[in-house]
């Protein structure tokens, strides 16, 4: 997924009733694969790279899930960009920074060279724009079904299957028209004890998840106080949580039901999550991006987003936004 987002400069103009200092979304965009392979598929393709009656069959190397993450994940990456871009009627030429996101490849340079040198963006204008309005390109991509082959290796030899394989999808997603989102403020918080309940480590083949069965609850639980400290530092401490609407993280549909729950939310303020995840799953980092975005284009219901993810560590990243248009 790609966003664009504008800082501004000193004495710019702001929209009414925007704080000079805020943050902005200002174009969004979302790319998905062209082929979606389903849980009721997921048989199928598995005995096809190991069938019950033959051999042993070798998962590629890590290099060879690289070199699949750059050729894909990019295009897939350079697509949604170019829809942010669109979004905000902008060119390439207008970015000052571009900021990649992944959790499913490794390396240096990083795509977000690869998706700069396809957009034609120059990076190094950044430099000379300093102290004036910024222009970030934010980018979201994860080629997660490049791990499948490395979950499969690992419940074929150790016994130790996952849900990796059937829970998590591939996309890519961009946030920048004129004024989406304007972003009030944010927090970021680790749950303490938490840190062996989900991690991502790398193998031989690949990445490995490792999901506890905790991960629903520990959500659930730790939504609420960084939820009241946005409310309570914008002066929105009186309103409840079901005043808002969410983009909520969509880990899977008991993490949805667990937030919902414990925040006493009616289906209406998460219908966007439930949409994205029953669409197309779990996509990592791209998902709370692709949430907003599907978000936006839906009928308005509040005012103000509570756009919530949640990571390895645990950690739960919160962020209060507003509506501008």
């Not at 995840?277 to 779990?282: A, E, I, L, S, V």
């Amino acid at each position: 997924m790609g966003a664009f987002c504008s800082l501004p400069s000193k004495g710019s103009p702001t929209v009414e009733g925007q704080r000079k200092d805020d943050l902005t979304i200002t174009g969004m965009g979302t790319e998905w694969p062209s082929k979606l392979v389903g849980p009721g598929e997921f048989r199928n393709l598995a005995l096809k790279h190991y069938p019950e009656d033959a051999p042993w069959n070798e998962p590629p190397g890590a290099d060879e899930v690289d070199a699949t993450f750059r050729q894909y994940g990019t295009e897939l990456a350079e697509q949604a960009a170019r829809k942010a871009l669109s979004d905000s009627n902008l060119s390439p030429s207008a970015i000052t920074h571009i900021v990649a996101v992944t959790a499913t490849n490794a390396g240096s340079p990083g795509y977000d060279q690869l998706v700069a040198r396809r957009l034609a963006s120059d990076l190094a204008t950044a430099a000379s724009l300093r102290g004036k309005e910024a222009r970030v390109l934010l980018i979201a991509c994860e080629i997660c079904s490049t791990q499948v082959r490395c979950e499969l290796h690992e419940s074929a030899t150790s016994q130790n299957g996952g849900i990796g394989p059937v829970l998590f999808g591939d996309g890519a997603s961009a946030l920048n028209a004129p004024c989406l989102f304007t972003i009030l403020d944010r927090r970021s918080e680790i749950m303490p004890e938490t840190f062996d309940e989900m991690s991502y480590t790398v193998s031989p083949h690949g990445f490995l998840l490792s999901l506890s069965k905790n991960v629903p609850a520990l959500t659930a639980a730790a939504v609420r106080e960084p939820f009241q400290s946005l409310a309570n530092a914008n002066g929105m401490g009186s309103l409840l949580p079901s005043s808002f609407d969410w983009a909520l993280h969509p880990g899977g549909l008991a993490i949805i039901k667990g937030v919902q729950k414990s925040m006493d939310l009616p289906d209406d303020a998460v219908r966007a999550s439930n949409e994205i995840y029953k669409t197309r799953g779990n996509t990592s980092s791209v998902a709370v991006l692709a949430v907003l975005d599907r978000l936006r284009s839906m009928e308005k219901r509040e005012e103000n987003v509570i756009a919530c993810s949640f990571g390895p560590g645990l950690v739960v990243e919160m962020a209060l936004l507003q509506r501008v248009c």
